[in-house]
């Protein structure tokens, strides 16, 4: 029997060419259409990359399942579906927003200065 990829996955790629199929592992490569139909599999794919590479931290599956949910939608919203786009929408989820605020603060506090600024 043929398989006819309908359980794909996005894997880490430098060249949007990220698709495969679940059930027989081919790679599908460059698929806008998947983009577009599955942009929450993407989103998904991409955030656990970052992840595992330590640029962002998701503490939990909740989380992770907002942040998919929220940049997906984003996505949608501005006809984007670009690895690079869902990067810095992720980047820009107000989740992870908290993160640079705590950080903004632990800076300011160490150097003495006060936080009126800015997160405060």
Same mark, same amino acid.
Request: proline share 1%.
């Given at each position: 029997?043929?398989?006819? !990829? ?7 790629? $430098? ?5 495969? &199929?679940?059930?027989?592992? *081919?790679? %599908? ?27 962002? !931290? ?7 399942? $907002? ?5 997906? &939608?984003?996505?949608?919203? *501005?006809? %984007? ?40």
């Amino acid at each position: 029997m043929m398989c006819k !990829h309908e359980n794909v996955h996005y894997y880490s790629c $430098i060249n949007e060419d990220g698709w495969k &199929c679940v059930d027989c592992s *081919e790679k %599908l490569g460059y698929r806008p259409d998947l983009d577009v139909e599955q942009i929450f599999m993407k989103v998904f794919g991409v955030l656990h990359d970052m992840t595992d590479a330590a640029i962002v !931290h998701v503490s939990n599956g909740t989380m992770g399942d $907002i942040i998919t949910s929220n940049v997906g &939608c984003r996505c949608q919203q *501005e006809d %984007l579906y670009d690895q690079y786009s869902i990067a810095r929408f992720i980047l820009e989820d107000s989740n992870l927003v908290g993160h640079a605020c705590y950080w903004y603060k632990e800076r300011k506090g160490i150097q003495g200065v006060k936080t009126l600024e800015k997160f405060a």
